[in-house]
Structure formats: C-alpha cells, structure tokens
C-alpha cells in the first residue's frame, strides 16, 4: 500500500501534479484501506468503485486532481440519494448532482465514500445512525462526535485525508474536537450547499471540510466557496474569551488544554487575550434550537408524523413529535435572540478579532453511555455541545475547532470564531497555532491509525 | 418531572388536539428531551426582549446592519 495515502490532502494533491504519485494506485489503495479498516470504524457507509474510477477518469486537472475524498451523507450524488443518516427523512430525496458533489467533481476530486453521519442530523456523538454508530478512531468504544460522525471517523482514521461535512448546530466542530481535526463552519452562505434537502429553507446549515490541519482545511473548503482563501498572517490577534461557562464549564483538563494553546496563539502573533462578556448568553442555545427546529418545522404535520419508519430510532421519533408541539410564541422569541446576538457579536467584533473557548466541554463519551461530567454536574454531550457551538450558527459567523492535545487520552479542540466573512483569517489563526505549537497536534494520529 | 407536571397536562393535551400519536417510551423520550431544555426553554420565554429590535430578512453571511 502506497505512502501517498498517508500524506495530507494538498500534499496529495501536489505528488500528483508533479508525476509522484498516481492517482489511479491511490484511490484502489484507499478503497482497500476503507474495506481494512472501516469495519472498526463504520465511517463509511458505502462505496462505490465503478463511480469513483469514472470520477477519476474524467477528472479535470483541478486543485484536488485525483485526490480521495468523503462526502457526508446529506447531499445527494448523481447515482445515490442522501439518507440523512436516517431510515425516514420526511422529505423524498432523489440522487442528484448536488453543488458539493459538482465542486469536488470539477476540483478533479475523487469521491470514494459516503460519511456516515448522526441520524437526522439530531445529535453530536454520532452514537445514532441507520447504519449504525461511526467509532472514534481513537477509541473505537467512544462517540467520534457528530453529526459529521463519519467524515472526521473517515480522515482521523486515515481512510481520506479530507472529507466534506456539514455543519447546522457544530456538526462539523464537535467531531473534529473529538478525533482531532480541523474543521471549519464557513460564515453562512459562503460554502456550496445546493442539493441539500434543507437548501431551500436553511439559515443556519453550511458545508465545509474536516481535515488534519488549516492549509488542507483552506485547500478543501476553497473548492467548497467556489474561490481561493488565500494564506497570510493574521495579524496582532485580539481575542475575546467569555469565561462564564464557556472555559469555566469544562471537564477537568479541557479548559487548561485551550489555555495553553490560547496563550501559544497569542504570543505567537504578537496579541493579546482579553475577557469579554455576551449579554443574555444563556438565551442563545434555546434560540438556537429553535431557529434550527424551524427550519424542518413544515413538514412535522400529524400525518408525517404518525407514519413514520419504525426503523427510525426511538429518540428521533420522539424529538420529530416534541419539535411539532413547540409554542410558535417561543419560536418567534427565537428569532429576537437571534437579533440581539448578532448585534452583540459585531459589538464586540469592533474592539476584538476573534473569540476563543473550548469546541467541546468534554472529551468524546463512550458510544455506549453518552453523558459527560461537567462542574454544574452531569448532563448530555449533546446539551453541552450544544452551548459551545450554537452561536456560530445562530449568527452565521464562522468558526473553526483545531485540535490542541489529548485529555484522558483523546482529542480536544479549541473554538476560534470570527467575524462574518473572516472565514480566511480563521484559517490563518489556525496556522499560527500550528506553528506555535511545533504542529504537534494536528500531527497526532490514534495509535491504530499510526 | 411529576405524572401531574405542567408539561406532561400540555403533552398530553397537545397530542391529543393535534392529532398525533405518541406510544409511552415516545413520550418518555419527549419528556426527556425536555427536561434538559427546559430550563434555557423557560429563560427565553421569560426574558425581558422588549427592547429588542426584530431583524428583517437578516442576510446570515453578514454583519447586521447598524
């Protein structure tokens, strides 16, 4: 089996360019190492070879020329409709050339796989899936984080060196906290999103990439915007920290592994670190809630969901029906939070650059018992999650989760989010942190993988 | 939460003007689920937005207009 699928996406990319690595050898290469090693990994939940040789052999000569990549279940493809990781999905998906697909597709990428993802979208340990639960290539006992479960499952286990995820409440920042990635929720309506069966309808949705480090996360989410994010410095970096309970409300571990990498950032670019506060804090992940909620809320209709798949899990059928019974009064409330956090945010975005916490109050639960502990006591992952990622979707700022060491033995990210459209300096911030940390994180591979 | 709570009356009452049906474990899960939102639930109902200016048709991929 060839080095080059070990190396990272753009260095991929780039063996293939010069003539070093052919693109044909890599990909049978992947797809023998997707049939190796996912079974551990349930990342992948399908493959299609025959596809992805005529996806090679059309292949322009784009940034991604040859190179494997992932894709999550929840947009369509020419020849497989998305399942949303879901045995119902209330709407009627049909395969298709959706705008991820065509973007890979002329970069000259290669699709080798489906990503498995959390059923519906609902949850952000991955533990819940019609195909069953995607495994942390860390340890394959815990949640690999969702609900992008197999897109980071796929690279953090070496299966692709990139993979596309989508990202409505931290879908794409949890995992890539969990197993040790970099990913990228690009400012809302930047990365391609046509095809999705929400497109139409969505504020808070937005594709972007999981991969090990910033300069692949640039490459893939480029191709993503449709146009270049060109690398540079970021600049003496303001960073706003909101200490109560971002930091403060984290298991033992996470908020010292942040620190460090905060301070490393700081210095490295010459900036400084200051606390800010976020009026009304608490109201934001109920709006956040709520708007999202909203977005599907047409098609919870009695009929709908009382006919719904036995297959689909207990938990969803009973989210479906709760989500249909929410007051529109709380609903509308939702949306005056949502103003107010905006506004909040470009308040403090005129005196500081980014801001900074924990992506995840926890490291990654087991699959088997998916509660953390936390300093205000036990409550789900998904809850806790829930209030490290909202606001990024809630405003439609960016926000990126780079990995900065382990806690107990697994990944744990830090969160940087930036004004509306900084999505470029996001990535340059990530760099700087590699740089000043040795690239020692975004180096770490699981000792399976390694 | 109590069989009497507040929130199992409204569930129960809600299932049934809306027509949808909800097996018991369903309407555990539901009560589950709610329990964990409910306190953020019962903060944004109860929050003073009074002086909150609505946002119409915000475009999401910019900063809110002054």
Redesign the interface.
Known sequence: MTDGLDLGLGDQARAIAAGDLDPAELLEDCLERIAERNPDLNAVIATFPEESRRMLAEAPAGPLHGVPVVIKDEWPLPWRAQRFGAADLLANPQPGESAPYRALRDAGAVIVGVGNMHELGSGSTGAISVYGAAHNPWDTERCPGGSSSGPAAAVAGGLVAGAVGADGLGSIRYPAAYCGLTGLKPTFGRSAMAGHHLAGVTQTIVSGALTHDASDCRLLDSVLFGEELPAGEPGALRIGVVRDPLWDDCAAGIAEACETALTALAEETDGEVREVELPQFDLYLPAALLVAQSEEAAELTPPNLNSLSPELSVINRGILKLRALIPGTLTARAFLVRALARRALAEQFERIDLLAWPSVAAPAPPLSDTSVELPSGPTSADASNARQGAIANLTGAPAISVPVGLVDGMPVGLQLLGPWGSDGRLLDAAEALERATDREFVELRPAAVA | MTPDSPFQS??QG??EI?????DE??????T???E??EP??R???E?D?SS????IA???????A?
């Open positions: 409204y569930l809600a299932l809306y027509g949808i049906d909800a474990v369903e309407r555990a899960v539901i589950g689920v709610w964990v939102y953020g639930m903060l944004l109902a929050a937005l909150v200016e609505s946002e915000p475009d999401l991929s910019q900063s809110p002054r």
